[in-house]
């Protein structure tokens, strides 16, 4: 009588050990996510809320509720810096990206004088917003979008009139719901090169723009 009193004892003692490891373990799934982080080219330092974690590629534990600050740094080569943020998922429920996979800028001439370049398109177009500009003027980059769009269809069109994304959070949500047109085949695959092309472009300008300067790094060249 006492072995089986203590054989059901230790038969309900492992099944409330199993299930509470199994809800830990479904807790953590749902609050944790396991994000890798890459470079092109490799070996560069990962700095996460200003904390060095190791050099890429590799993969950190983050909470899905969370917001990081992440910097990129290689020697030679402009800082990638992001902000991972947690945003909703299809469910409503918290989530954040499953991986930053960044090609590095090389610091050439060429690259600081295509930042010199955007910086003054940038502020030339603020300039023209703060005065105006005659009603031909204002309208024919409208006129001109609209012709180039006019064969698309109306999902790629309306994606093509979506804003710019701001940071990489914002581009890789872009760029995942591009995605998700392809595969419910709303666009063709034609459609979806160009509008990845001008969505990677568009990001391109805006890192660019929000590189360190040269003077941040020892060694340039």
């Not at 917003?129 to 204002?138: I, R, Y």
């Not at 990489?168 to 419910?184: G, H, I, N, S």
Request: hydrophobic share 35%; with cysteine; aromatic share 12%.
């Amino acid at each position: 009588m006492t072995q089986r009193f203590l054989k059901i004892c230790f038969f309900l003692f492992a099944g409330f050990v199993c299930a509470l490891f199994c809800g830990c373990r479904s807790y953590n799934d749902s609050v944790w996510k396991t994000v890798d982080f890459n470079s092109v080219p490799g070996d560069a330092t990962v700095f996460i809320n200003g904390k060095n974690c190791g050099l890429t590629p590799r993969t950190e534990r983050l909470s899905k509720r969370g917001s990081y600050d992440v910097r990129f740094s290689k020697p030679g080569y402009f800082d990638e810096n992001f902000v991972l943020e947690s945003f909703e998922d299809d469910n409503g429920l918290p989530d954040i990206l499953d991986s930053i996979d960044v090609a590095l800028i090389k610091i050439t001439p060429e690259t600081l004088a295509l930042r010199e370049r955007l910086e003054r398109e940038r502020a030339e177009a603020a300039t023209v917003v703060a005065t105006g500009t005659p009603e031909a003027d204002s309208t024919a980059p409208e006129v001109a979008a609209t012709e180039e769009n006019s064969g698309m269809s109306p999902a790629a069109r309306e994606f093509a009139a979506r804003a710019k994304p701001t940071d990489f959070t914002d581009f890789r949500l872009q760029e995942k719901a591009l995605k998700r047109l392809f595969q419910r085949r709303e666009i063709t695959e034609a459609e979806y090169n160009s509008l990845h092309e001008a969505l990677y472009n568009s990001y391109n300008e805006t890192r660019l723009l929000k590189a360190p300067r040269l003077g941040t790094y020892e060694k340039a060249f």
